[in-house]
């Protein structure tokens, strides 16, 4: 592939994943989101190998839930993704627009994401970092896991967490190693925001939220009404103890997601 294959469209998302346009290979009239990466800047975060390593796995992904890398190709300056065009765009928007989720949709969700996770950890790949903004909409209103957290992963490593820590299991926090059950806990946290609005242990400073993680600090409010169905779902995966979480085929068995997703 080359620059001159596609013609290129409107930035797609605010820029905060870079650079994304929407475009059209001219030969089969394909709509796709075509990612720039600047080299220097790969260069400067030192994340080329890990780009590379993501670039390797995504490509081997093929799940209706997780967003397609077609391929990729590069120039004097710069890497370039081709990535499946969600037609809906980004989850998180629709989330803070109706401030919360219907039970039906957000087990719709939880299960289609459970399936995604299963697929992933089928193929030994863990972590997919699936907080509201790294989750994209198709044309059918299915669920999309874009990853975009390969960059947020990789400079975690090398600096101080950046973000929003509401997604990190324990084990992170204390920064033991993790395993695929890690999935597990921010689908919790996940599920939890889509019937709230807001995530769990959500505190004004990063010092609070670590402790309400790390000593799962789980409250519901009365408001709105969520049934104990949901809630009992909520607590089976947001438990300290990793090995004891939910596994994630007994979630999609669980009576809240076979009584409501579709
Ligand atoms: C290293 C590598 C293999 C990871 C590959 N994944 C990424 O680079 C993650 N990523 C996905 C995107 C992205 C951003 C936006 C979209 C969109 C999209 N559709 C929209 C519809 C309406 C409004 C905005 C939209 N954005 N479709 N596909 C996208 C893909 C940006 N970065």
Partial sequence: ?????????????????????????????????LKVLFKNQLKQSQVEHQLRREVEIQSHLRHPNILRLYGYFYDQKRVYLILEYAAKGELYKELQKCKYFSERRAATYVASLARALIYCHGKHVIHRDIKPENLLVGAQGELKIAD???????????RTMCGTLDYLPPEMVE????????????????CYEFLYGVPPFEAKEHSDTYRRIVQVDLKFPSRPVV???????????????SSQRL???????H???VQNAD
């Fill in 148 to 158: 975009f957290g390969w960059s947020v992963h990789t400079f975690n490593r090398r």
């Fill in 227 to 241: 049934s104990s169905a949901a809630k009992d779902l909520i607590t089976q995966m947001l438990v300290k103890d």
């Fill in 247 to 253: 596994p994630l085929k007994k979630l999609l068995e």
């Fill in 1 to 33: 592939w080359t620059l001159n294959d596609f013609d290129i469209g409107k930035p797609l998302g605010r820029g905060k994943f870079g650079h994304v346009y929407l475009a059209r290979e001219k030969r089969s009239n394909h709509i796709v989101a």
């Fill in 255 to 257: 009576p809240w997601i």
């Fill in 175 to 190: 920064s033991v190693e993790h395993d695929a059950n890690v999935d597990i806990w921010s689908l919790g946290i996940l």
